[in-house]
C-alpha cells in the first residue's frame, strides 16, 4: 500500500486570519505596530482626575424672622414660599426646614438646567411674595458652587506681612488672568489699627479712652463723595 500527501490540498485547508498572518508575517507585525501606536495616543488623550467631576444643581433660599419659633415659621413663611418654588421649570425636589427664626429651602433641579437661568427664576418667584410677616428679613437667595481645589500655593519670604500680602494679592490676579475661576487668600491676619493713649496725656487733655472710641467711630464713615469730571 502507497499512501502519499498532497501539499496543495493540506495548504488549501489552512485558511482564517491564522493561515493569513502564516503566510504573511509582515501583516502581523503592521497590525502589531498599529495597535501600539493606538494604545500610546489613547493613553495620552485619556482623561484622568483624582475624583470624578460632578454638578450640585441647587439652588437655596435662606428667610430670617427674628424671634419666630419653628412653628410660626412653618405657618407663615415655609407653606407660602414652599408653592411658587415648587413647580419652577426643571426642579426635581425642594427641601424645606423651619427652626427657630430662619426658614431655609434647599431647591434641587434637574441634572443639565442651566443654573443661571434657575436662579434667577428663584429669585423672581421669591420676590412676587408679598404676604410675608412684617418683620422678616430680606430672603438670602444663591446658588451652591462645586470648586474643586487645583492646588496650593506657599508665599514666604523675608519681608514684611504687608509687602507679602501685597505680592500675594498681585499673584492671584495674575491667576484670575489667566482663567482660574476662583482663588482664595488665607492665612494672612487682618489689618489692624493700634492707638496707645497714655492716661497721663489723657488727664491733661480732659479725655476718656470711651471718648477716642466715639469720635474714631463717627469718622470712620464711608460716604459717597460724587464723581470727577475731567475739567
Do not use: C
Amino acid at each position: 500500500m502507497s499512501i502519499k500527501n498532497n501539499p496543495e490540498a493540506k495548504s488549501d485547508a489552512l485558511t482564517g486570519p491564522i493561515a493569513l498572518f502564516a503566510r504573511h508575517p509582515t501583516a502581523a507585525n503592521l497590525i502589531m505596530i498599529l495597535m501600539i501606536i493606538a494604545g500610546i495616543w489613547g493613553l495620552l488623550k485619556m482623561n484622568s482626575q483624582f475624583l470624578p467631576s460632578f454638578g450640585i444643581d441647587v439652588v437655596t433660599v435662606s428667610i430670617e424672622w427674628p424671634g419666630a419659633n419653628s412653628e410660626d415659621i412653618d405657618n407663615n413663611i415655609v407653606q407660602i414660599v414652599e408653592p411658587e418654588v415648587r413647580f419652577l421649570d426643571g426642579v426635581k425636589k425642594v427641601r424645606s426646614t423651619s427652626s427657630e427664626g430662619l426658614a431655609s429651602f434647599v431647591i434641587e433641579f434637574k441634572a443639565g438646567s442651566d443654573m443661571q437661568s434657575a436662579l434667577s427664576d428663584t429669585e423672581a418667584a421669591v420676590s412676587r411674595i408679598t404676604t410675608l410677616p412684617v418683620g422678616t428679613l430680606k430672603p438670602n437667595i444663591k446658588r451652591i458652587i462645586r470648586y474643586e481645589t487645583i492646588t496650593k500655593l506657599v508665599v514666604s519670604g523675608k519681608m514684611p506681612e504687608e509687602a507679602l500680602k501685597a505680592y500675594a494679592k498681585t499673584f492671584r490676579d495674575n491667576l484670575l488672568a489667566r482663567g482660574i475661576d476662583r482663588v482664595a487668600l488665607f492665612g494672612s491676619r487682618d489689618q489692624e489699627i493700634w492707638i496707645e493713649a497714655p492716661q497721663r496725656v489723657l488727664r491733661m487733655v480732659d479725655l476718656t479712652i470711651e471718648d477716642i472710641s466715639k469720635k474714631i467711630s463717627e469718622t470712620s464713615v464711608d460716604l459717597p463723595s460724587g464723581n470727577l469730571v475731567r475739567g
